[in-house]
């Protein structure tokens, strides 16, 4: 298996090496084409012919070399920006529709304006997708001067406009927008009654940043609209409660890898006793049972300052990845509510859900998709497989000559959390900045408690404190700086040595430049690449380092401290082959990772293919391709939408239980399939039964005023938010065979032995 790893290896680099080669090539085209001596009504003639040029036919890889000179030309003027030869290479990558893998600190917001300009010459639109919208307004601003002086528009999209501005914005030839915010402005046109209302255009061009936490991290995390909130009752506490008098072991037992928690025999039968509800297996106590599982899962599973914060009564939920507050994102099937009765609060009313769509489907409605990051070899197999994305490998502009160091692995948190406040004192003493990387909220509040209590002054950045976080990024490269981050530090922001002081940057340089330090490894070997990424930048110097113990939740959980049984001890383990366990640990993590990702590909594909049959029909409608009196075109959209919100409703009902069916030995995803099947083939009937019945009541009436008289209308108001997946992810091992074995026990044994109420 090595061996063909290997060799795999070897044919993908050669790959790369043939691609790049290309693109050098054609990048000393670019430079040949000098525009230099040319003045501005010069330039501005040639970017008007691009135009026509492109708008009347020709492929735009004829034009590339003089788009690019172009652009090469006028961010020199307009920004003072010379574009390095492998920015020009990526912009050529891009365009080829490829994922450029460009280190952190190589200018990939200026690699993305060449290609940007180049497909909007077709005047089609293209969308730039950022990672939140202080990024998108900051790129708009920014490269704005270049696209505006060669005669073309550009926007950005802010979460809050109007729809009006969201138009203008959309309208114009380049637009920056989040992912989120993009897919949420489409989910509002899939239910809009007049065209008019609507604020996209049709799709084209897409070049996605921060490309690896959006195309695989986010990539299947649901984006849902909602009608008007309803009332519903609140009996959270009651089983908060419940929860709370349940033991591990006990009555309840976690799958091998502490990712879900399920009741056992005794666990059922004590909650049945507080519930005072007999069998909880019985079909009509379902719900009672789906709502002691949420609540069981939100008491053992989710951890506060870790997984969630609480902040001005609210419950924020953190993102994984990042450490940042996850803006706008619930947890689904009632653990929001779990998780609100859990911390003594009110949950949100829930609301109708109109229409659902994952980022991965809606980047899908992109023709043309490319993207860029720091960090993408790794996961290079997940691009190709589920974007057809292949990924190339973009040299810096400076040698890289960051020292990554190995793992200090010890063997319990203590000794490792010793370890840490000795090296950062130390470093500190220096003057050296450093940047160290926590796990959570929680984690970076007790390193910076146990560094105060050394006289180390820190800077702390996490979910508790993240509108400072440009300003402490700004600072982090001073000297003497200290800063303890929950893995957010420098998305979309570099960390500059001497903080942008040249004077300050040449003492830092000579004291061996940005120091990085990871206390703890993660899941995904990209997320410990992003960290090390902060350092090093431009041919910077730098170091990397990660502390690991034994003890830590990752290699707990597949057992590193029984396999390897080392005394306890203050000092590092010395053993070389720790590290590359730790390695295979990740590489095994990140393979389950993409095959939760392929399974839960599998419920929601149909689901999408579905959808956009409906929404075809839709959109005919709407865009009056099918001759229609307004009436009939009222009408049948209403319904259109009514039923698919059925639809989903349905969809959801059986996704909740479908694991069920492997008990009776059958495929859930099968089984998944044929049930909404046959729910989606009636549904064209219902709509064509009740637009008949509904136009028959309006007698042909176009009044707009009999429409709503008879309910014809849009949700007085709406609200979009972000499903995060992580209980449908886990749920997969929720049924395991001590599971299976107490189900059928306890059907089958009760009604013999008179159960029903111990």
């Not at 910076?448 to 490269?477: M, S």
């Given at each position: 298996?090595?061996?063909?790893?290997?060799?795999?290896?070897?044919?993908?680099?050669?790959d790369?090496?043939?691609?790049?080669?290309?693109?050098?090539?054609?990048?000393?085209?670019?430079?040949k084409?000098?525009?230099?001596?040319?003045?501005?009504k010069?330039?501005?003639?040639?970017?008007?012919?691009?135009?026509?040029?492109?708008?009347s036919?020709?492929?735009l890889?004829?034009?590339?070399?003089?788009?690019?000179?172009?652009?090469?030309?006028?961010?020199?003027?307009k920004?003072?920006?010379?574009?390095y030869?492998?920015?020009?290479?990526a912009?050529?990558?891009?365009?080829?529709?490829?994922?450029?893998?460009?280190?952190?600190?190589?200018?990939?917001?200026l690699?993305?304006?060449m290609?940007?300009y180049?497909?909007?010459?077709?005047?089609?639109?293209?969308?730039?997708?950022?990672?939140?919208?202080?990024?998108?307004?900051?790129?708009?601003?920014?490269?704005?001067?270049?696209?505006?002086f060669?005669?073309?528009?550009?926007?950005?999209?802010?979460a809050?406009?109007?729809?009006?501005?969201?138009?203008?914005?959309?309208?114009?030839?380049?637009?920056?927008?989040?992912?989120?915010?993009?897919?949420?402005?489409?989910?509002?046109?899939?239910?809009?009654?007049?065209?008019?209302?609507?604020?996209?255009?049709?799709?084209?061009?897409?070049i996605?940043?921060?490309?690896?936490?959006?195309?695989?991290?986010?990539?299947?995390?649901?984006?849902?609209i909602?009608?008007?909130?309803?009332?519903?009752?609140?009996?959270?506490?009651?089983?908060?409660?419940?929860?709370?008098?349940?033991?591990?072991?006990?009555?309840?037992?976690?799958?091998?890898?502490?990712?879900?928690?399920?009741?056992?025999?005794?666990?059922?039968?004590?909650a049945?006793?507080?519930?005072?509800?007999?069998?909880?297996?019985?079909?009509?106590?379902s719900?009672l049972?789906?709502?002691?599982?949420?609540?069981?899962?939100?008491e053992?599973?989710?951890?506060?300052?870790?997984?969630?914060i609480?902040?001005?009564?609210?419950?924020?939920?953190?993102?994984?990845?990042?450490?940042?507050?996850?803006?706008?994102?619930?947890?689904?099937?009632?653990?929001?509510?779990?998780?609100?009765a859990?911390?003594?609060?009110?949950?949100?009313?829930?609301?109708?859900?109109?229409?659902?769509?994952?980022?991965?489907?809606?980047?899908?409605?992109?023709?043309?998709?490319?993207g860029?990051t720091a960090?993408?070899?790794?996961?290079?197999?997940?691009?190709?497989e589920?974007?057809?994305?292949?990924?190339?490998?973009?040299?810096?502009?400076?040698?890289?000559?960051?020292?990554?160091?190995?793992?200090?692995?010890?063997?319990?948190?203590?000794?490792?959390?010793?370890?840490?406040?000795?090296?950062?004192?130390?470093?500190?003493?220096?003057?050296r900045?450093?940047?160290?990387?926590?796990?959570s909220?929680?984690?970076?509040?007790?390193?910076?408690?146990?560094?105060?209590?050394t006289?180390?002054?820190?800077?702390?950045l996490?979910?508790?404190?993240?509108?400072?976080?440009?300003?402490?990024?700004?600072?982090?490269?001073?000297i003497?700086?200290?800063?303890v981050?929950?893995?957010?530090?420098?998305?979309?922001?570099?960390?500059?040595?001497?903080?942008?002081?040249?004077?300050?940057?040449?003492?830092?340089?000579?004291?061996?430049?940005?120091?990085?330090?990871?206390?703890?490894?993660?899941?995904?070997?990209?997320?410990?690449?992003?960290?090390?990424?902060?350092?090093?930048?431009?041919?910077?110097?730098?170091?990397?380092?990660?502390?690991?113990?034994?003890e830590?939740?990752?290699?707990?959980?597949f057992g590193?401290?029984?396999a390897?049984?080392?005394?306890?001890?203050?000092?590092?383990?010395?053993?070389?082959?720790?590290?590359r366990?730790?390695?295979?640990?990740?590489?095994?993590?990140?393979?389950?990772?993409?095959?939760?990702?392929?399974?839960?590909?599998?419920?929601?594909?149909m689901v999408?293919?579905?959808?956009?049959?409906?929404?075809?029909?839709r959109?005919?409608?709407?865009?009056?391709?099918?001759?229609?009196s307004?009436?009939?075109?009222r009408?049948?959209?209403?319904?259109?939408?009514?039923f698919?919100?059925d639809h989903?409703?349905?969809?959801?009902?059986?996704?909740?239980?479908?694991?069920?069916?492997?008990?009776?030995?059958?495929?859930?995803?099968?089984?998944?399939?044929?049930?909404?099947?046959?729910?989606?083939?009636?549904?064209?009937?219902?709509?064509?039964?009740?637009?008949?019945?509904m136009?028959?009541?309006?007698?042909?009436?176009?009044d707009?005023?009999?429409?709503?008289?008879?309910?014809?209308?849009?949700?007085?108001?709406?609200?979009?938010?972000?499903?995060?997946?992580?209980?449908?992810?886990?749920?997969r091992?929720?049924?395991?065979?001590?599971?299976?074995?107490?189900?059928?026990?306890r059907?089958?044994?009760?009604?013999?032995?008179?159960w029903?109420?111990?």
């Amino acid at each position: 298996m090595n061996v063909a790893f290997k060799y795999m290896k070897k044919f993908k680099n050669l790959d790369n090496q043939h691609k790049l080669k290309g693109y050098r090539n054609k990048m000393l085209l670019v430079r040949k084409r000098n525009l230099e001596a040319w003045d501005e009504k010069q330039l501005l003639a040639e970017s008007l012919r691009l135009q026509r040029e492109a708008k009347s036919g020709t492929p735009l890889d004829e034009l590339l070399v003089d788009a690019y000179a172009l652009v090469c030309e006028t961010a020199k003027r307009k920004l003072g920006l010379q574009p390095y030869d492998v920015q020009i290479m990526a912009a050529i990558a891009l365009h080829e529709r490829l994922l450029i893998e460009q280190h952190t600190g190589e200018g990939k917001t200026l690699s993305a304006v060449m290609p940007a300009y180049l497909n909007a010459l077709t005047g089609e639109g293209v969308h730039v997708l950022t990672f939140n919208d202080y990024l998108a307004n900051r790129d708009a601003e920014w490269m704005g001067p270049i696209y505006r002086f060669l005669g073309l528009t550009v926007n950005s999209v802010q979460a809050g406009m109007s729809a009006s501005d969201k138009q203008k914005a959309y309208a114009a030839d380049i637009t920056y927008v989040t992912a989120k915010e993009a897919g949420f402005d489409f989910l509002r046109d899939t239910i809009a009654l007049s065209e008019a209302d609507t604020v996209h255009r049709p799709f084209h061009y897409v070049i996605v940043d921060e490309a690896d936490s959006l195309l695989l991290d986010e990539a299947r995390v649901p984006l849902v609209i909602t009608g008007d909130s309803v009332s519903s009752r609140n009996d959270g506490a009651r089983f908060a409660d419940v929860a709370r008098q349940l033991e591990q072991d006990e009555h309840y037992d976690f799958d091998e890898f502490q990712r879900n928690v399920y009741l056992n025999e005794a666990g059922s039968a004590k909650a049945e006793s507080l519930l005072g509800c007999g069998n909880l297996y019985d079909s009509h106590n379902s719900h009672l049972l789906t709502s002691l599982n949420c609540a069981l899962h939100v008491e053992t599973l989710l951890k506060k300052d870790v997984d969630y914060i609480v902040r001005n009564g609210k419950i924020e939920l953190i993102e994984e990845y990042t450490g940042r507050v996850a803006e706008n994102r619930y947890l689904p099937d009632g653990l929001q509510a779990a998780l609100a009765a859990k911390e003594g609060l009110q949950p949100l009313a829930d609301g109708r859900i109109l229409g659902m769509i994952t980022l991965q489907h809606f980047l899908s409605l992109y023709p043309k998709i490319c993207g860029m990051t720091a960090t993408a070899h790794v996961s290079e197999m997940e691009f190709e497989e589920i974007y057809a994305l292949q990924v190339v490998q973009i040299p810096p502009n400076r040698p890289n000559i960051r020292i990554d160091h190995p793992h200090r692995i010890y063997t319990h948190k203590e000794a490792k959390l010793k370890a840490l406040v000795q090296e950062i004192s130390s470093v500190h003493r220096m003057g050296r900045p450093i940047l160290i990387g926590t796990s959570s909220v929680e984690e970076s509040d007790m390193l910076a408690e146990a560094l105060a209590a050394t006289g180390v002054p820190c800077h702390v950045l996490n979910a508790k404190n993240d509108a400072k976080e440009a300003e402490i990024i700004a600072k982090a490269g001073e000297i003497g700086a200290v800063t303890v981050s929950t893995n957010m530090a420098g998305r979309g922001v570099d960390i500059r040595l001497g903080g942008g002081n040249p004077l300050q940057a040449e003492v830092v340089a000579k004291l061996g430049g940005l120091y990085v330090i990871g206390t703890h490894v993660n899941e995904s070997m990209r997320i410990d690449d992003q960290l090390r990424g902060r350092s090093g930048r431009q041919g910077d110097p730098g170091d990397s380092v990660f502390f690991v113990s034994l003890e830590d939740e990752l290699l707990l959980r597949f057992g590193m401290s029984k396999a390897i049984r080392a005394p306890r001890q203050d000092e590092a383990l010395e053993d070389p082959v720790l590290s590359r366990q730790i390695v295979h640990v990740q590489r095994v993590i990140m393979g389950q990772n993409f095959h939760i990702r392929q399974e839960l590909n599998g419920y929601s594909d149909m689901v999408e293919d579905q959808r956009r049959i409906l929404h075809e029909e839709r959109l005919g409608i709407l865009k009056g391709e099918t001759p229609m009196s307004p009436s009939e075109q009222r009408v049948r959209l209403f319904y259109i939408d009514k039923f698919w919100a059925d639809h989903l409703s349905y969809i959801s009902y059986i996704r909740e239980g479908i694991h069920l069916e492997s008990l009776a030995s059958y495929n859930p995803i099968d089984e998944f399939h044929v049930q909404i099947t046959q729910a989606y083939e009636q549904i064209r009937d219902k709509i064509n039964k009740s637009s008949a019945d509904m136009l028959e009541k309006l007698e042909g009436s176009n009044d707009p005023a009999k429409w709503e008289e008879f309910g014809l209308k849009s949700p007085a108001s709406t609200r979009t938010y972000i499903i995060n997946d992580q209980y449908l992810e886990n749920r997969r091992s929720s049924w395991t065979p001590m599971t299976v074995f107490a189900f059928w026990i306890r059907k089958i044994a009760r009604p013999i032995f008179g159960w029903s109420k111990i």
